[in-house]
């Protein structure tokens, strides 16, 4: 499988994919080419991320404000990234561990 395919927007320092196992309705992952080890190493590359983020959220015609947005690193993995998801959490994937809690506001 090609992952070209998934990837929707691409930049110098990030490339913004569709999540193969989308927990909503429209489900992007923004990964950093540069690997980091935390999240206050490159506060300009975060910055970037979120725009790039946002930018593929804004591609779905749904307001950007109908997106959570959040940093994701693993402790196996040192390449951070960053999830792009709308709000309906409405997804088959979305079953058992993958649930998420719904911050209240
Ligand atoms: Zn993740």
Do not use: W
Not at 41 to 47: K, M, R, T, V
Not at 65 to 88: I, N
């Amino acid at each position: 499988m090609d992952s070209a395919q998934y990837q929707v927007l691409t930049s110098d320092q990030c490339v913004v994919m569709l999540d193969l196992l989308p927990v909503a309705a429209f489900h992007f992952l923004v990964l950093s080419k540069k690997e980091i080890d935390s999240l206050y190493e490159d506060i300009p590359l975060l910055q970037h991320m979120h725009e790039m983020g946002l930018e593929a959220a804004k591609k779905t015609g749904l307001p950007t404000e109908r997106f959570d947005l959040g940093y994701h690193q693993r402790l196996s993995q040192r390449r951070l990234h960053l999830h792009v998801v709308s709000r309906d959490y409405n997804s088959p994937h979305l079953r058992g561990k993958f649930k998420f809690k719904k911050a209240s506001s």
